[in-house]
């Protein structure tokens, strides 16, 4: 979640930004102002596919503090997901943990839950190169389904972002489901003018395209992205954040 992420591809995992719960939660531990953000995403073939979001992050002594809970679906199926997570930085590297709370919920199947766990680390090589690496479900947690218990799905997450300039960031990063392929994704974004912002990004495995735009004034910013893929078609999301403490420029 995120438009930002979403409109680069969602090759969001080496940046620092206030979704980073829901991505990287390392990445949280280099915020420095409290922010709180929804998102909501829409797919144009799967109406019954909707995604919903919020986060809060708020910035400690010790590191940040990240909170946030998600959903998708209907009333026929659908996930729900609580998260909170904690980052902290030592010199260069930022290392972060986060605890998840599952829900899924199906009609004639029941409800079923489990607690998983998620790690991520991130690196600043350079003030231009920031490597990154991260494990979701990390204890390889189970849930119960009709008698049997099947592991969550695991990824593991590496990548790449590069500040080319004060104006362009580039992502790259491989993603890896231990069911699935490797899922290679890239994303680009360009500063136009500091308060407005252009973006795009594209897939393998599946391979999808993206684009996105956003705007930021004082303390709110808003965000758009919208996801073309040949299979499910195009998904819209928009985001709006709002930082609490942000100096008044």
């Given at each position: ?174 993603e890896k489901e231990i069911s699935y392929s490797t899922q290679w994704r890239t994303g680009l974004e360009y ?55 942000r100096k008044r420029v």
């Amino acid at each position: 979640m995120g438009a930002r992420g979403l409109g680069m591809g969602n090759a969001s995992y080496g940046i620092a930004y206030e979704w980073g719960l829901f991505n990287n939660i390392a990445s949280t531990g280099l915020l420095n102002e409290t922010s709180a953000a929804a998102a909501y995403q829409v797919n144009s073939l799967l109406p019954n596919a909707n995604r919903m979001a919020m986060v809060i992050n708020c910035p400690l002594k010790l590191g940040v503090l990240a909170a946030g809970a998600f959903r998708f679906g209907d009333d026929l199926y659908n996930e729900q997901l609580i998260s909170a997570g904690f980052a902290n930085t030592f010199g260069i590297t930022t290392i972060g943990l986060k605890t998840n709370f599952i829900q899924y919920q199906a009609q004639g199947f029941g409800t079923h839950q489990a607690i998983s766990f998620d790690l991520g680390g991130l690196t600043r090589l350079t003030e231009v190169i920031t490597i990154s690496a991260g494990i979701s479900n990390l204890i390889q947690s189970k849930i119960r389904v009709e008698g049997k218990k099947e592991i969550l799905p695991t990824r593991l997450t590496a990548g790449l972002a590069f500040r080319l300039s004060e104006n362009v960031i580039a992502t790259t990063e491989l993603e890896k489901e231990i069911s699935y392929s490797t899922q290679w994704r890239t994303g680009l974004e360009y500063n136009l003018n500091k308060k407005f912002f252009a973006r795009t990004g594209f897939n393998l495995s599946p391979t999808s395209g993206f684009f996105g735009l956003g705007a930021h004034k004082k303390l709110l910013q808003a965000d758009y992205a919208i996801q073309l893929n040949a299979i499910t078609g195009a998904s819209h999301q928009a985001s709006v954040t709002y930082k609490f403490n942000r100096k008044r420029v």
